[in-house]
């Protein structure tokens, strides 16, 4: 056995709140409903809550949905181990991201609501007529979204871990807490749709925002204030690895940390909201000040996180082992860890329900965006055409389930790096479909097939680039997502260098095929689209005489 007992109080509070919250996520399905919409049989009210969340359920949900439990436990974990380059950078990454959902997410909403579109896969469609392009938005975001769901389950198995439901000889009782907690989360996502997570969404926020206004302001008073625990880190990082000959980490960032750090930044601030389940959480908002108001009002995460964040430096001065199962040091560990040390067992329990419930959160929302964009772009458009909402539904529902089961085969059978590098690479994925996706929100200019080889391009290379980062301890492939500029000396993000040669070949090949007059695609919408509000004329008539029964028709692309 691995040793550790279980801390019978912590697990107590921690099953209890984790039972409130799957009640709630079966009440939901009550939740916002009227006699027409029983059953929820259309993606519009199953995979977008009816489309009618006002300015408070969408900041929550859209917190529950970009601050995820592996947020809350790799961001510390981070900062723990390597410092400020590879942990810090998520707080002004999501103050860069917040002027982007002001300008960009409040067209996308208003075109969508115009036509019905449920994924931003639907938009690229029907603004460019190109079901391929369509197709490669849809499966780059699926794929992407796979291993995000996986490492909500990371964040999970830290929990367990840490309250001593696990053993390194002994896998089903490692497993079976956490297959139970999705067979739930199965159940009712399946039920009640995105209604579920909005809801669960305001008791996680609530618990975690608790957590951390405790932790930072009682944990730096027990371990003799801030200055001490700074100069801590700073002894840690500066420290020289044997085992590669530099430093552990960064506690500031020097000049040649630069570009890594605001290429981390930036990149990672562009590639946020091309994932579908924060495009869902955008979509199931009731207007398109709903989501400028939720802009003005989102960065208050931003200072929890980045509180969150400091944690990771109180956990070096605190002394934390963050031990796994088998004996090694695992840093997933370390804030789970640091709460159950230094805190009253009933507290650690609120705390790491927290981050347990953080995962059930985005891991729901995902696996609804995930089945939205395959029965949309993948089984309308090139199985069923004619599919009528109803089906849609039933379909998109069973494929969330099957999201959700893949994902945790891929935690349970495979190695945790495997899943932390398919999440390295899934952000260098769906940066290569902000082109397609934010330049149609404002021209027509870019050709399809241009967009599409610009997008093939960006995902080669970033994929090349990525497995040649060589971990220096490990010595294996995707050791990392920073990498130089072929040809130069200059560190940057390997997503936003991807990013750049794709938008390069896109512009290139535009001109040349429209030199060559090559056919363009329909474009479905018109300039008036990318303003409407909830109070357009066309959007309330939709509303009010089909109440989304029937959420864009037909395929937007022959």
């Known amino acids: 056995m691995n040793g550790r007992e279980i801390n019978w ?29 029983e059953g929820l049989h259309s993606l519009d009210e199953w995979g977008l809550g009816g489309r009618g969340f006002g300015t408070w359920i969408t900041w929550f949900l859209l917190g529950g949905d970009l601050y995820t439990a592996y947020t809350f436990v790799a961001v510390p974990a981070a900062m723990w181990a390597t410092g400020a380059v590879s942990g810090f950078f998520a707080v002004p990454y999501t103050i860069v991201l917040y002027p982007i959902i002001f300008i960009i997410m409040s067209r996308l909403w208003s075109v969508s609501h115009r036509h019905g579109y449920v994924t931003s896969a639907d938009f690229v469609g029907g603004r460019y007529g190109s079901r391929w392009l369509s197709l490669a938005i849809a499966v780059t975001g699926i794929v992407a979204t796979m291993p995000y769901i996986a490492l909500q389950l990371v964040g999970i198995k830290a929990v367990l871990t840490v309250l001593g439901l696990g053993s390194s000889e002994n896998v089903l009782l490692t497993d079976l807490p956490l297959i139970l907690a999705f067979v739930v989360l199965a159940a009712y996502t399946y039920t009640s749709g995105l209604r579920a997570p909005a809801m669960i969404a305001v008791v996680k926020d609530l618990l975690i925002y608790l957590a951390v206004i405790v932790a930072v302001i009682y944990l730096p008073i027990k371990f003799g204030g801030w200055d001490a625990i700074f100069g801590a880190a700073k002894t840690k990082l500066d420290t020289v690895n044997d085992a590669t000959g530099k430093p552990n980490g960064v506690f500031i960032p020097s000049a040649a940390n630069y570009s890594a750090y605001w290429t981390l930044a930036l990149g990672s601030a562009m590639a946020l909201f091309m994932y579908p389940h924060s495009i869902t959480g955008v979509l199931a908002s009731k207007g398109r000040n709903t989501i400028r108001r939720n802009a003005a009002i989102l960065p208050l995460y931003s200072l929890m996180l980045g509180f969150l964040a400091l944690l990771g430096f109180v956990a070096i001065k605190a002394g934390t082992k963050p031990i796994d199962l088998n004996g090694s040091v695992n840093p997933q560990l370390v804030v789970p860890q640091l709460f159950l040390d230094h805190f009253p067992a009933w507290f650690a329990g609120v705390a790491l329900a927290a981050i347990a419930i953080g995962a059930l959160v985005p891991a729901a929302i995902m696996s609804i965006a995930a089945a939205n964009m395959f029965t949309r772009n993948i089984y309308r458009d090139f199985l069923r055409p004619e599919v009528d909402p109803k089906t849609e539904a039933k379909v998109s529902k069973i494929v969330s389930l099957v999201v959700k089961v893949g994902a945790l085969i891929f935690v349970i059978a495979m190695d945790q790096s495997a899943a932390i590098n398919m999440q390295l690479l899934g952000g260098i994925w769906i940066l290569q479909t902000f082109p397609a996706v934010v330049a149609g929100l404002y021209t027509r200019w870019f050709d399809r097939w241009a967009l599409l080889v610009g997008w093939a391009v960006g995902i080669a290379f970033g994929i090349a680039s990525a497995y040649n ?30 990013f ?46 089909q109440r989304f029964v029937e959420p864009g028709g037909p395929s937007p692309v022959a």
């Open 469 to 498: 980062v060589i971990n220096p301890i490990t010595h294996a492939h995707f050791g990392g997502s920073i990498a130089p500029v072929p040809g130069t000396g200059f560190t940057v993000y390997i997503a936003v260098s991807a």
């Open 9 to 37: 109080i912590a697990l107590i509070i921690v099953v209890l709140l984790f039972v409130v919250v799957a009640v709630m996520g079966f009440l939901a399905a009550r939740w916002r409903r009227t006699a027409d919409t």
């Open 500 to 545: 750049v040669l794709n938008l390069l070949v896109a512009v290139v090949l535009t001109l040349v095929l429209r030199a060559l007059k090559v056919p363009q695609g329909e474009d479905k919408t018109r300039r008036s689209d990318y303003g409407a509000d909830e109070t357009d004329p066309k959007v309330a008539e939709i509303e009010r005489t």
